[in-house]
T-cell receptor, first 114, second 115 residues
Framework: EAQVTQNPRYLITVTGKKLTVTCSQN?????MSWYRQDPGLGLRQIYY???????DKGDVPEGYKVSRKEKRNFPLILESPSPNQTSLYFC?????????????FGPGTRLLVL | DAKTTQPTSMDCAEGRAANLPCNHS???????VYWYRQIHSQGPQYIIH???NNETNEMASLIITEDRKSSTLILPHATLRDTAVYYC????????????????FGQGTILTVHP
């Protein structure tokens, strides 16, 4: 089954404690990205990756890092989490076939930073 | 990417057709109309997309006006499980560089399907 998986699904942590949210897709997609969703602000893109070893900032990259060492994985790293990073996070992937590509989203990771 | 305008909320009776409108008056010639939905805090789910012709798949139909300035998503027989936020998104077919792949989500339409 084609899918995007994220782990963990729920996470409570404390300010400053480094954490990683993993994202993996099994569709051999070139493009992957991270979004965060906050009430009243909708979904906003954090980082994206066009392919292995190619990453770039989205609209709200501050406080986040990513890496793309393998095509299937795109982890989101919070080096020093702060309470304003409490949010619902989604990973997404798509192919680069061009017109009309469909993006597949993961189930989400709900993060609470105390 | 062109901006879209959708009603904040809509209701629909179970078994009836749900017609969700979207205005995108500034759409340009190579921009597609996409529809996604999000069921309570789950990951957004692709529904359908189109350029200028009407489209239909197993989930829904998409009707795009001739001038392409508006469109309607039709769920032909709404069920309770179709209750969700529906997002209409317009973006270029081959948006290169930094805009590739990014979906700009607005506030969407909250569709509530009643028994």
């Amino acid at each position: 089954e084609a899918q995007v998986t994220q782990n963990p699904r729920y996470l409570i942590t404390v300010t400053g404690k480094k954490l990683t949210v993993t994202c993996s897709q099994n569709m051999n997609h070139e493009y992957m990205s991270w979004y965060r969703q906050d009430p009243g602000l909708g979904l906003r893109q954090i980082y994206y990756s066009m392919n292995v070893e190619v990453t770039d900032k989205g609209d709200v990259p501050e406080g986040y890092k990513v890496s793309r060492k393998e095509k299937r994985n795109f982890p989101l790293i919070l080096e020093s989490p702060s309470p304003n990073q409490t949010s619902l996070y989604f990973c997404a992937s798509s192919s680069r076939r061009g017109a009309g590509e469909t993006q597949y989203f993961g189930p989400g990771t709900r993060l609470l930073v105390l | 990417d062109a901006k879209t305008t959708q009603p904040t909320s809509m209701d629909c009776a179970e078994g009836r057709a749900a017609n969700l409108p979207c205005n995108h008056s500034t759409i340009s010639g190579n921009e597609y109309v996409y529809w996604y939905r999000q069921i309570h805090s789950q990951g957004p789910q692709y529904i359908i997309h189109g350029l200028k012709n009407n489209e239909t798949n197993e989930m829904a139909s998409l009707i795009i006006t001739e001038d392409r300035k508006s469109s309607t998503l039709i769920l032909p027989h709404a069920t309770l499980r179709d209750t969700a936020v529906y997002y209409c998104i317009v973006r270029g077919a081959n948006a290169g560089g930094t805009s590739y792949g990014k979906l700009t989500f607005g506030q969407g339409t909250i569709l509530t399907v009643h028994p």
